[in-house]
């Protein structure tokens, strides 16, 4: 079966550290990989997302996320994160030919001012 | 564009009671989901529907059922709620064209069976 594997569930950073999030995804076809944010209090909303093409996606925010597709990862990074990220995040794929998602068990990272 | 809309934000149920969690998009999206979110979990898809008329079920559908009648209208029912029902359910829409199928949440309804 499909999964998406996220390994950090709580991460901790002060302002200006860099942020690296891993998800890692189990599947061989053609896949969509996305990454969305929610803040707190809020809904999801997407970040950024890879469909094709380079494997080197920028976001909003200032956040990008790279495809490797040999590792089956599309890990997050910012350089520089804000006291305003402190939020949860979610790696999703959806797989060639569906449109359902599956989505990791998220990331909460909280940035200390 | 409201995008997704959900009501109610809040509500608190008995066990036994049913309750429709309503959700509406005008962006005239063909696909709307289901997802329910709980602690650690991340989201899980209780159902969802690729058009009118048309509906399947997702990894947790046990005690739900949906109905899509209209394009912008996918509710969601729960028959004799249970505790285990407690947890925060978000809607979404995506297109159906292949290459845009980014998801749009709705705001989210949290629900407490008691």
């Known amino acids: 079966a499909q999964s998406v594997s996220q390994h950090n569930h709580h991460v901790i950073l002060s302002e200006a550290a860099s942020l690296e999030l891993g998800c890692n995804y189990s599947y061989g076809g053609t896949v969509n990989l996305f990454w969305y944010v929610q803040y707190p209090g809020q809904h999801l909303q997407l970040l950024l997302k890879y469909f094709s093409g380079d494997p080197l996606v920028k976001g909003i925010k200032g956040f990008e996320a790279e495809f490797i597709k040999s590792k089956f990862s599309f890990n997050l990074r910012k350089p520089s994160v804000q006291w305003s990220d402190t939020a949860e995040y979610f790696c999703a794929v959806s797989t060639s030919g569906t449109y359902k998602y599956i989505f990791g068990t998220g990331t909460r990272l909280k940035v200390l001012a | 564009n409201a995008g997704v809309t959900q009501t109610p934000k809040f509500r608190i149920l008995k066990i036994g009671q049913s309750m429709t969690l309503q959700c509406t998009q005008d962006m005239n999206h063909n696909y709307m989901y289901w997802y329910r979110q709980d602690p650690g979990m991340g989201l899980k898809l209780i159902y969802y529907?690729?058009?009118?008329?048309?509906?399947d079920k997702g990894e947790v559908p046990n005690g739900y059922n949906v109905s899509r009648s209209t394009t912008e209208d996918f509710p969601l029912r729960l028959e004799l709620a249970a505790p285990s029902q407690t947890s925060v359910y978000f809607c979404a829409s995506s297109y159906s064209k292949r290459g845009a199928n980014e998801q749009f949440f709705g705001p989210g309804t949290r629900l407490t069976v008691l």
């Open positions: 529907s690729v058009g009118a008329g048309i509906t």
